[in-house]
C-alpha cells in the first residue's frame, strides 16, 4: 500500500499494528499479544465478515461449503464461521507460524476447522478444492497481488466466491483486472461495498469486495 501524507490520511491504530507486524512477524512477535490487541479492535469486523461469507455459501454450496480463510491470523475469524456455518468445511492459512499456533490453539475443539502455513503466493492446495474464500485485512499485505489473486481463483471451484475485506483506500486493481475478459473472474466485475465505520474500528471506512469464480 503507498504512503498517504498529511493528517488526514494518517493510517489508523489497527493499520500500524498490521504494518509493524508484518515488519517484524517473521521475527518472532507474540502471536498472543497480537490476538489480544487485534481482537478488541476488529471483533465486530469478523462478526460481519462471517455474516456475510455464511451468506454467500449458502447461494454457492447450500449443501455445505468448503470455506477458506486466507491470512486467517489468529483464528478469530474461524471461530466466528464455526459458529455460523455448521454444516461447513472450514480451512485457515497465515504465512506467519506465530499466528498459526495461536489459531490452532483457538480451534483445537473445533472437528471442522483445520488451519495451515502458507502463502498467498502458493497455497498448499489442489485445484478447485473450495466454495468459498475470504480475506480480512490481509491483502494490502500481498506483495504481488496478481499472483495472490490467481493463486485464489486456482483454488476456487466454479462459481465459487471470493471476499476480501480491507482498508478502503488499499489498490485492489488486480481484484478488477481478474473479472475482465480472459481473468479467472471474467464476467462482472467486482463488487465493491464501503461498509460503514464500525465501532472501536480506528479506520475512517472500511471496503468489501466480492466476485464470484468464471
Known amino acids: 500500500m503507498s504512503a498517504h501524507h498529511g493528517h488526514e490520511h494518517r493510517p489508523g491504530l489497527l493499520h500500524r499494528l498490521h504494518r509493524r507486524f508484518h515488519r517484524t512477524g517473521e521475527m518472532g512477535v507474540d502471536g498472543e499479544v497480537y490476538d489480544r490487541t487485534s481482537g478488541r479492535l476488529n471483533g465486530r469486523l469478523y462478526r460481519r465478515a462471517a455474516a456475510d461469507v455464511a451468506q454467500v455459501a449458502q447461494?454457492?454450496?447450500?449443501d455445505g461449503a468448503a470455506v477458506l480463510d486466507v491470512g486467517a491470523g489468529t483464528g478469530r475469524l474461524l471461530a466466528a464461521l464455526a459458529?455460523?456455518?455448521p454444516g461447513a468445511r472450514i480451512t485457515g492459512v497465515?504465512?506467519?507460524e506465530t499466528m498459526v499456533e495461536v489459531a490452532r490453539?483457538?480451534?483445537a475443539t473445533l472437528e471442522r476447522v483445520t488451519v495451515d502455513a502458507g502463502d498467498v503466493g502458493e497455497l498448499p492446495y489442489p485445484d478447485a478444492q473450495f466454495d468459498v474464500v475470504v480475506s480480512t485485512l490481509s491483502m494490502h499485505h500481498w506483495p504481488d497481488q496478481a499472483a495472490a489473486v490467481a493463486e485464489v481463483a486456482r483454488v476456487l471451484r466454479p462459481g465459487g466466491a471470493l471476499l476480501v475485506f480491507d482498508f478502503a483506500?488499499?489498490?485492489?486493481?488486480a481484484l478488477a483486472a481478474a473479472a475482465r475478459d480472459g481473468g479467472p473472474f471474467a464476467g462482472a466485475a467486482p463488487d465493491r461495498t464501503r461498509l460503514p465505520?464500525?465501532?472501536?474500528?480506528?479506520v475512517p471506512r472500511l471496503a468489501r469486495y466480492t466476485l464470484h469464480r468464471a
Open 59 to 62: 447461494e454457492v454450496a447450500p
Open 83 to 85: 459458529d455460523v456455518l
Open 94 to 96: 497465515d504465512v506467519a
Open 105 to 107: 490453539r483457538r480451534t
Open 169 to 173: 483506500r488499499v489498490d485492489a486493481s
Open 197 to 202: 465505520l464500525l465501532r472501536f474500528f480506528p
